[in-house]
């Protein structure tokens, strides 16, 4: 792992290392443990394949009393864990680390039980998120985050990333759409947060888990809210001359009070690139393309139909398709949810970012990655959630040619500083994990980390859940109540991160 500091690993697990597997096999038996270097090179890395590493053994537990004894087992003896559900994260979140039990939820894979009067479904972790939506669908239903990995990502790994996808302007991410998770803490303990009904009383102890990125505990069965698929759905495909000009009409919609239920965009190489892959009927004559979808009754969305194109118009667009049949809706979606293996074809590698700003930066931010674009001599394509300003840029380098990677890091860490220069924030549904781990100071003062640290040590006081992720140094919790700050330094800054 070139370039990345990670924990040092402790010599006395590696030194335990058969022990703590023997250990392991009694608790999950049969082939719940996996411990042969060849079979483990599977799970070496995420979706963030910069990065790879050997976990010290990786165990696939069906129950929660299982989940439970492991993270006892591992608390007792000082043994890290990473928690990791479909490996789809895109920020390193799921990284082995050499001395680790990798804890893999994957067999915890049914839905156990589909609520329709209380519009939930109560699923284990391991299920993926389009699995819900299928689950339902045969009673008009469905689940509204929807990531363009949903065909594999999980619902648990949903939860930690607080993912969100083309829907998510008006539907929300997952935190808006779940209601309640059964969660394992490192000590062992078994706990709940939320359910069924509306609120509850208390810390909001659900909303500090979502997004935790396994930081705080593994969760084992998450209730979410599905809702009724509304009555009418249409999609507008707009062409424009410019990105400025599309990042414009963006933000004219939204200051309109129109909330589409999606609203995506792509630029030139991305949508040349969702086209030869999948033929939807992209125009290839356009710099930047916004698919918007207006859903509701027939009527209103009839009406809405003529507003945006209407501030389509005002903002130059040069091509307006509106979808005639559910097919046509449909396939004018899926150039985009095919956009990222589309670009796969283009490139021989690729880098996807992930940062949010305020809408009405788009069309200053679009600009400035062109600039930065030309600075480090690699193209970018975009494609983006435009509604709610979620980016995701894509990085292309060959990692065949000698520091080419660093190069493309560096382009992405230098987009991501110009979303929180804009006002934006480091991440919108990816996640921190280790790839923007070393930005956070970017973003927050080491108060605020210090802050944030301390809700870490009230569930995991010795940093054993997936250490070296999110914040920029290891801290010992007992450092935190005695740590003082002058004039924003710390002391000793000198010593070493890890």
Partial sequence: MSGLSMPKPDSETMRRRDEIVADLAVIVPGEGV?????????????????????????VLPETVEQVAKILKYCNERNIRVVPRGSGTSLSGGALPLEDAVLLVMSRFNRILEIDFPNRAVVAQPGVTNLGISVAVEQEGFYYAPDPSSQIACSIGGNVAENSGGVHCLKYGLTANNVLGIEMVLISGEVVRLGGRHLDSGGYDLLGVMTGSEGLLGVVTEVTVRILKKPETARALLIGFPTSEQGGQCVADIIGAGIIPGGMEMMDRPAIQAAEDFLHAGYPLDVEALLIVELDGPGVEVDHLIGLVEAIAHRNGSTTCRISTSEEERLAFWAGRKAAFPAVGRISPDYYCMDGTIPRKELPKVLAGMRRLSEKYGLAVANVFHAGDGNLHPLILYDANKPGELDKAESFGADILRLCVKV????????????????????????????????????????????????????????????????????????????
Avoid: W
Avoid at 36 to 51: H, I, K, P, Q
Avoid at 456 to 482: I, S, T, Y
């Fill in 423 to 498: 006002g934006g924030v480091l991440t919108g549904e990816h996640g921190v994990g280790v790839e923007k781990r070393d930005l956070m100071g970017e973003m927050f003062n080491q108060i605020d980390l210090d802050q944030q640290m301390r809700v870490k040590c009230a569930f995991d006081p010795n940093h054993l859940l997936n250490p070296g992720k999110v914040f920029p140094q290891l801290r010992r919790c007992a450092e935190l109540g005695r740590m003082h700050i002058s004039g924003g330094k710390l002391p000793f800054p000198s010593i070493p991160r890890f």
């Fill in 34 to 58: 996996v411990d042969a270097v060849n079979e483990m090179r599977a799970f070496e890395s995420d979706g963030l394949t910069a990065y790879r590493q050997l976990p010290l053994v990786v």
